[in-house]
Structures are given as structure tokens and as C-alpha cells.
């Protein structure tokens, strides 16, 4: 079965330090997308960051990193020097092979970041 | 406008009412989809539309009734809701709705609350 696990519920960083939020995924398909979104309180789903399971080096988009653990199954998102807009829930997200419940993008319980000045 | 819009941006219908949910995507996308997000639950896919045919429908009772009148525009109609449909309503965009390579773009969401 396709799940993404996020283990950390809520999580506090103090401002301008790095953060890890955990994401494990299982499927068995070769072929697959990682995908992490932001959700501030406003509701929007904004996107961050994706990685695609043969890429062989672990994607970053300014502040945000992914570190991919494909023997692990992995996706942990990392975010560099904190600010307080960082606060918001995050949710980990995959997107198996198409021919695996037809590519649907299956996504985590999330995990609210709390950030402190 | 850039992006994904919807409207709007909240709604207060009783049982009985019908209304409306709009979606637009402004960024040259074949693929749209409607998404539930209840409270303390991950987000749920209701619909995806792929150049305006249905391509999946999740058993969503069908009160939800979507429409897809161009690869721009993508409507929720709701009728005779219950107060457990009351929910984050969000859509989407992608490229192409079976790569699992594509990212799908959110709009703002409607918030939905059913008396």
C-alpha cells in the first residue's frame, strides 16, 4: 500500500536556526515523486520542493532541502535559518507510478512548525 | 491574476441550499482537481479532470457534482450538503494529471462550513 508517515506532529525552531521535519514513504514502485507543500494558516497549499526517486542528488530551492534516503525511504525536508513566516503546517506528499492508483498524489497528516523570535 | 484562484474564499449554506465552488487556473495546465481537507484528516482527492474529462472520481457521493467547462475553469456544484462536508475545498493544477514527475499547484481554498 502507498502511505507517506509523519511522525512529528507539531514541532518548535527558534528563529534563524535549521529545522528537519520527518517524512518516511512506502511503495513498491522504482518510479515515484516526493513532493513537499506549506500550508499557512490562510489555507493554501503552497509548493516547495520535489524529488523524483532516480534523481541522484538530494533537491534544494533556496531555503528548503530535501534529504533523500531512497534504501531508507526517506524525504526529510530541511529548512535553513528559520524565520517567523516559516510557521505553518507542512505536509509530505508522494506521487507513485501511474499505473499504481493511477499517479494520485498521496499525502501526509502534516506537521505544524512553530517558530520562535 | 497568476496561479490558481478560487471563489470564494468562504461560504455558510444551510442543508437545503445549492451553491457553487469556482476554480481558475491561469497557468496553461490540461489537469485540475478538487481536493477535502477536514480537520485532523490528510487531503482527500474528490475529482481530476484532465482537458476537461473526468479521469477519476473517488466515491464522492454525489451532492458533489463537478464540471469542467474548459482546461481553465473547473466548478464544485454542492446540493442538499451535510454538516460533515464541511471542510477546506481545495483545487489544483498540473500539467499532465498521470506523471508522477508533475507538481500540482493549489489555490487558496474555500472554506466551507454546512448548518
Known amino acids: 500500500a502507498q502511505k507517506i508517515t509523519q511522525t512529528q506532529p507539531g514541532m518548535f525552531v527558534q528563529e534563524k536556526e535549521a529545522v528537519t521535519l520527518d517524512c518516511t514513504y512506502d511503495?513498491?514502485?522504482?518510479?515515484?515523486?516526493l513532493f513537499w507543500y506549506k500550508q499557512p494558516s490562510s489555507g493554501e497549499m503552497i509548493f516547495l520542493i520535489y524529488q523524483g526517486s532516480y534523481d541522484e542528488q538530494n533537491a534544494t530551492e533556496g531555503r528548503y532541502s530535501l534529504n533523500f534516503q531512497k534504501a531508507r525511504k526517506s524525504a526529510n525536508l530541511v529548512i535553513s535559518a528559520s524565520q517567523l513566516g516559516d510557521s505553518a503546517m507542512y505536509f509530505c506528499a508522494m506521487r507513485p507510478n501511474f499505473y499504481n492508483q493511477g499517479g494520485k498524489l498521496i499525502f501526509g497528516q502534516g506537521t505544524e512548525l512553530s517558530v520562535k523570535p | 491574476e497568476t496561479g490558481v484562484t478560487q471563489t470564494p474564499r468562504h461560504l455558510v449554506m444551510g442543508m437545503t441550499n445549492k451553491k457553487s465552488l469556482k476554480c481558475e487556473q491561469h497557468?496553461?495546465?490540461?489537469?485540475m482537481y478538487w481536493y477535502k481537507q477536514s480537520a485532523k484528516k490528510p487531503l482527500e482527492l474528490m475529482f481530476v479532470?484532465?482537458?476537461?474529462?473526468?479521469?477519476e472520481n473517488n466515491s464522492v457521493p454525489s451532492r458533489f457534482s463537478p464540471e469542467c467547462p474548459n482546461s481553465s475553469h473547473l466548478f464544485l456544484h454542492l446540493h442538499t450538503l451535510q454538516p460533515e462536508d464541511s471542510a477546506l475545498y481545495l483545487c489544483a493544477s498540473s500539467q499532465d494529471w498521470w506523471d508522477h514527475t508533475d507538481t500540482q499547484y493549489f489555490g487558496p481554498g474555500t472554506r466551507l462550513t454546512v448548518l
Open positions: 497557468l496553461g495546465h490540461n489537469a
Open positions: 511503495t513498491s514502485d522504482q518510479s515515484y515523486g
Open positions: 479532470y484532465s482537458l476537461e474529462e473526468r479521469v
